[in-house]
């Protein structure tokens, strides 16, 4: 599962980074980080500047190890730690507030979970039901559902039932896992990063 680009002419290996050699090559989604300040001239049309090393929200710039080591390796970190964070952010998640909730708007959003086609549903160890289909997130508080007499479980089975995979804690792979953790633990891209894979 790729969380930026990297594009470089040197060797670089890095998990869950996609590298590249040009512009035209990387995932136009993603982050992407160019090294060299004489590469980052040759590829971004206009202007750059030497001072600024952020050329726009999603693109980034750093020196080589033979230009300047101390700042490629503190802009490498820098830039991996905001490429985590960032993840997930096109995807949109909306909350169903079955309690404090509008009644039409909830109405819509479990006609648009029943919709879904093969969607993938995570439980987690803390009661929430995360379902991932067609490119948006949907997340339900089971907690709040035993508050609401008989619906838990008719909602767990009726989810269950509507769901291509159905994950628990225990499913989910080590992989994912370690790549959950790298997120900061956002338990809600768990059926996304699932229904594509950690790799690409």
Known sequence: MYVGNIVTSSNLELENFKI?????????RLPTLIIGWEKTKELVEGKVSILH???NSKLFWTFTT???KSEYETDLDSFISFCYNSFGENIPYVYLDLLYGKKM?????????????????YISPND???IYGENLIFGIDLNVLSLIEGKKDKIVKTIKNLSNNTLIDSEIFN?????IYKIKNKNRYIPYIYTYGIEQ
């Open 66 to 68: 033979k230009e300047r």
């Open 20 to 28: 590249c050699r040009k512009l035209d090559t990387i995932d136009d």
């Open 53 to 55: 090393k952020q050329i």
């Open 175 to 179: 992989k994912c896992k370690d790549f």
């Open 105 to 121: 708007v909830n109405f819509r959003i479990i006609r648009k979970i029943l919709s879904l086609k093969n969607p993938t549903t």
């Open 128 to 130: 929430m039901i995360y």
